[in-house]
């Protein structure tokens, strides 16, 4: 899943502030159980924890472009990374780890903000420009990751999580009321909106750039969903999409599985990760006592047992959904009234014994990264 937070301001940092990172890094650690990195300079202190995906070994961030004059934290991940790679090696671009997130810094070196036209994939990244005193922070397009910001006094904090933004004590936990409304009426809180007062999201599909000379804060969206291009027949492009994603969401350096539900996104895209996926992919799937219309586990089987996978059955129980209710609502942070929270998070701890850190699922066809690419 992995997190990234941070700070800048127009005044030089003291220790105190750098200290307050730390802690917005701390409230991230379930995210990143598997390490963490940090960076500070003058203006800026950037934190980050890590899910290794991929390249496990060497991929920990922050990451520096070959002069160090970049610095990089980022959430999520690269689809196109090998072929981006590729074509930046041609340019005399030099990797020094085999991350995907490592092509955003060579590209911005390409392209500057334009690099995120480029991108295939989900993410929320951090990029330092040191020469330029600027900090770019970006949303993928459909906003699969979050980001949270801060403003005030000459200073911008930002955070995967609103728990890493109370966590700094800068922002005050303060109610607002125009979202707790909304929130009643969609059963989730419309961006730019936020729970707290003054803090908003980063929409889907937009960018923010921070310069500390002269101070600016400026935000521009780089992509909308109505302006995507429509060319040729639906349904040949969309397979044609599918057969491309299903071959670059398999990428890993750790086990991938499928969350499987028996519907038709799901069964989809098993169908055609597995002729892709270079091992063995697990299956798992989630049903409810008495076996009400509701539980697919009978076709998620059959699926699973037609392809080959092996598969997990997680028997959803009423009452340790009950007791679980207030630490769900706690993971899931920026409040959803998801009748589904519970089964998602069954299925990923089944999925973790099985010492399967990644699974794809069916949401509309997409995926989601991290325990979920998600």
Not at 79 to 104: K, P, W
Not at 234 to 247: D, F, G, H, M, Q
Request: contains cysteine; glycine residues 8%.
């Amino acid at each position: 899943m992995c997190g990234i937070a941070g700070l800048i301001s127009n005044r030089l940092l003291d220790p105190a502030q750098i200290a307050r990172v730390s802690r917005m890094s701390q409230s991230l650690a379930h995210r990143g159980p598997d390490g963490n990195g940090d960076f500070h300079s003058e203006y800026v202190a950037l934190a980050m924890r890590r899910l290794s995906i991929i390249d496990v070994k060497t991929g920990w961030q922050p990451l520096y472009n070959e002069d160090r004059s970049l610095v990089l934290i980022a959430n999520g991940e690269i689809y196109n990374y090998i072929e981006l790679r590729d074509q930046l090696r041609t340019s005399g671009h030099t990797f020094a780890t085999g991350s995907d997130c490592e092509v955003i810094l060579h590209l911005y070196e390409e392209y500057g903000d334009e690099c995120v036209h480029r991108l295939r994939g989900m993410f929320a990244f951090a990029l330092w420009d040191g020469r330029n005193r600027r900090l770019l922070l970006v949303r993928d397009r459909m906003g699969e990751k979050p980001l949270y910001l801060w403003e005030e006094n000459g200073s911008v904090l930002f955070a995967s999580e609103l728990k890493a933004l109370l966590g700094s004590g800068l922002v005050p936990f303060d109610l607002e009321p125009e979202a707790i409304d909304l929130y009643f009426h969609y059963q989730y809180v419309p961006e730019p909106l936020t729970p707290i007062r003054g803090v908003r999201k980063l929409p889907a599909g937009h960018l923010l750039a921070v310069t500390v000379d002269p101070w600016s804060v400026e935000e521009r969206c780089y992509w909308r969903f109505e302006d995507a291009p429509i060319d040729g027949d639906p349904a040949e492009c969309i397979r044609a999409e599918l057969e491309t994603v299903s071959k670059l969401v398999v990428r890993s350096d750790v086990p991938v599985g499928i969350a499987l539900s028996g519907g038709l996104d799901s069964s989809v895209l098993a169908v055609l990760t597995a002729r892709r996926y270079p091992g063995v992919m697990h299956a798992f799937t989630v049903g409810y006592p008495g076996h009400p219309r509701t539980d697919e586990r009978e076709d998620a089987r059959a699926l699973a047992q037609w392809l080959n996978m092996p598969f997990h059955e997680v028997k959803v129980d009423s009452g340790r959904m009950v007791r679980f209710f207030p630490e769900l609502v706690f993971w899931q942070d920026d409040p959803i009234a998801d009748i589904s929270g519970y089964g998602y998070f069954a299925v990923s701890e089944a999925a973790r014994a099985q010492n399967v850190p990644v699974i794809l699922q069916g949401q509309g066809a997409t995926n989601c990264s991290g325990v979920i690419r998600g």
